[in-house]
Every structure is written in structure tokens, then in C-alpha cells.
């Protein structure tokens, strides 16, 4: 464009009077940037990429005592940053079994595994945390499935389960104790440049005995009420670093008679 072109175009955006003598385009621009404004500016949110970031993946382990040789579990990792976190609640609600995720947790229970083949799961227990669906089902076999899905709409679903786990047996439980059959975590870290957040959860899920009626841990996320059902706990809380990949939460029991209980949560 030839600077009178230029010139002219500047003083046609200028909402002040026109300058006494004339001036270069650039001068125009100046006068134009410090005259004020008479309408409100528009600010556009960020809205974070979705490609480039690096994610490190950490399996939610399913070892119990040596004794399990199914396999290392499919895993807990892969989860979007802050996509679990942000509408987590430190208690749960119960999830039908016709929920979004519970199904979903079906869905990826009945994928047969190249080791052990096709699974048949059926639902025992399942709560709801925001987004967030955290379950346990039961194989074929008898042994335990862990899974934790987070579906948010307009997304595909993210989380992972557990191949097996292994219950403890009759007579294992007390009747004021509880047992954890897994406590791990997932992680994902993500380069800062891209806008996202570091971001992960720990889960714990094993069985109480008759007389306990609600269970409380203590966590880093402060204290976190977890669902009971059928025998049967589960709960999970963000975290905000992978420093301890296998805690050993502390747990208060409430017993039936009102007396309470502090027992240490550890997968065997």
C-alpha cells in the first residue's frame, strides 16, 4: 500500500479531530491509540490446547501380596489435566448402575485381555463425584475390578480400570476394621507453555467389616468421606504431585454402636 493510501486510511479510523498539519501514519496511529475509548473492550478467555502436551502415565497397580498373577492392571493413567479435579466433591453419591459411567466402566471391564481373554463383569458398587464415576465390579473369576471414568460432555470418556484384584478371604475382615485392596495413584504432568495443569488422584477401594458405618480418610485433600456399600469402600482425591505413588491414607470408622476407630489404609 503507498504511504498516502496509508495515511488516509489512518485518519478515517481517527475518532479525534483531524490533526492541524498534516502527519505521517505513524503519528496518526499514536493520536488514535491515545484517544479513549467510548466502547468497552471484548477479552476473549484462553482456552487451553489440546495437542502438544507430554503426559507421564502411572498404572493404578493391582499386586496384591505377590499372590496375583493376572496381570499389572490396565491402568489409571492418561487422564487430561484438572479434567477429574475440577468438579470433585470430598463426598460421593451413589451412581445407578444405568449411569453414563458406570457403563462405561462395563465397557472397558468386557474388553478381553490378550493375556486371560474376555471378561464377563457385573457391577457390586459405584459412586459419583462430579464427573467422575468410581466402581467396583466382579469378574467371572470372583476376583475384584477397579475403575475410575470421567466422562464430561463433548469429550471422549478418560480413566482406566484395574485388570484384577484379589478379595481377602472369609473371616479376613473385622467386624470394626476395614482391609484396602488397592491404594495407588495416576498422574499426568503437561508442559506449562500449553496451558495445562499438572494434575492426578489417588483411589482406595477394598472392604469393611459388619459393624462399620461410615469411614473418613485423611488425605491431602483434606479429609474425604468414602462411599460404603455392599461390604464394600471406595474413594478417590486430586493430588498435586506423584511424590508417593502408594500412600497409606489413615482411615476413622464409625461403628454401629457410635464408637469410632483409626486404622491405616495399605494395599497387601
Known sequence: MKTADLDAAARSLDPAPPAARPQRARADLESILATPRTT?????????????????????AAVVAGVLGVGA?????????????ASWTAAGSPAAPDSAGAQQC????????????????????????GDTTLAIGEDGDGDELLCLATL???????????????????????????????????FSSAEAQNGW??????????????????????????????????GLFLAWWPITDDGDPHP??????TLEDGTTRTVQLSAP
Open 248 to 253: 497409606t491414607p489413615e482411615a476413622t470408622l
Open 152 to 186: 464430561v460432555p463433548g469429550q471422549e470418556p478418560v480413566g482406566g480400570t484395574t485388570s484384577a484384584l484379589e478379595p481377602p478371604g472369609a473371616g479376613e475382615v473385622p467386624d470394626d476394621g476395614a482391609i484396602a485392596v488397592v491404594v495407588d495413584t495416576a
Open 106 to 129: 462395563l465397557t472397558w471391564w468386557s474388553t478381553p485381555n490378550p493375556e486371560t481373554g474376555p471378561v464377563e463383569p457385573r457391577l457390586r458398587v459405584q459412586e459419583q463425584r
Open 40 to 60: 468497552p473492550r471484548r477479552v476473549l478467555a484462553a482456552v487451553p490446547p489440546r495437542r502438544g502436551r507430554r503426559v507421564r502415565r502411572f498404572a493404578l
Open 197 to 230: 495443569q499438572p494434575s492426578g488422584h489417588t483411589a482406595v477401594a477394598g472392604h469393611v467389616g459388619d459393624q462399620v458405618e461410615s469411614m473418613v480418610l485423611e488425605t491431602s485433600a483434606g479429609p474425604v468421606e468414602a462411599s460404603i456399600d455392599d
Open 73 to 85: 492392571a490396565a491402568g489409571l493413567g492418561a487422564l487430561r489435566p484438572t479434567t477429574a479435579a
